[in-house]
C-alpha cells in the first residue's frame, strides 16, 4: 500500500504538477488499495490505481479546546486555559482556526500579546508582529541584536517584497541560501 499525503498540491507549477501526478499514477499502479490523503478539496488530482480518498475534517469547538489545553501540558503553561476563559474568545469567528496550524498560532499570538483580535487582518498584523519580537517579550530587559540589522518596520517591508516576488514567479521552496539571496 502507498499512502500519498497531497499537502499544498493546488500550490504547484500546473508543469510540475502534471509531471508528478504521472509519477504518482506510475508508482500506485505497483500496488493495490493505495491511499491519497489531501487537505482541502482540490481539481486536478493524480489518479492513483484502486484509490480512497481522504480529507481532513476541520476542527470543531472541541477540537480547538483539546488542542489548546494538550499544547499547555506539552509547554507546561496556561496560556490556553487563559485563551479559552477570555471574553473575546467566546466572540472569536473559530472558522479561521480550523486547523493544527492556525490554533497554534492562534497559541502562540495570545501567549505573547496576552489578547484576542477578532479582525482576521489585525490578527495577522499582530502575530507578524508578535513573531518579529517575541522570543525576547519573555526575557524583561533584554533585546537581541537581529541578523539583518532591521527594524519592524524594515523586515516588514524586506518580507513583503520576499513575498510578492515569491508568488510573483510561482516559488513555494528555495534549495539553498545563495537561491533565496
Known amino acids: ?28 499502479n505497483l500496488q493495490s488499495n493505495n491511499i491519497l490523503l489531501t487537505t482541502r478539496k482540490q481539481e486536478n488530482l493524480p489518479r492513483i490505481y484502486q484509490q480512497s480518498i481522504y480529507q481532513f475534517k476541520f476542527l470543531s469547538k472541541d477540537n480547538i479546546h483539546n488542542i ?14 487563559q485563551l479559552i476563559k477570555h471574553k ?4 472569536l469567528d473559530l472558522s479561521l482556526f480550523q486547523t493544527p496550524l492556525m490554533v497554534n498560532l492562534l497559541y502562540v499570538y495570545f501567549f505573547y500579546t496576552k489578547d484576542i483580535d477578532d479582525n482576521i487582518v489585525n490578527f495577522y498584523d499582530q502575530l507578524f ?7 525576547d517579550l519573555t526575557k ?12 519592524l518596520l524594515s523586515f516588514r517591508k ?14 513555494i521552496y528555495y534549495n539553498s541560501e ?3 539571496l
Open 1 to 28: 500500500i502507498f499512502i500519498f499525503l497531497l499537502y499544498g498540491f493546488d500550490e504547484i507549477d500546473e508543469n510540475i504538477k502534471i509531471h508528478l501526478s504521472a509519477e504518482i499514477n506510475k508508482l500506485s
Open 158 to 171: 524586506l518580507f513583503n517584497a520576499f513575498s510578492f516576488v515569491s508568488i510573483y514567479f510561482n516559488t
Open 178 to 180: 545563495s537561491s533565496l
Open 68 to 81: 489548546l489545553n494538550k499544547l499547555d501540558r506539552v509547554y507546561s503553561l496556561d496560556i490556553g486555559k
Open 88 to 91: 473575546n474568545f467566546i466572540k
Open 129 to 135: 508582529n508578535a513573531l518579529y519580537k517575541g522570543h
Open 140 to 151: 524583561e530587559s533584554f533585546k537581541r541584536k537581529h541578523k539583518s540589522n532591521l527594524d
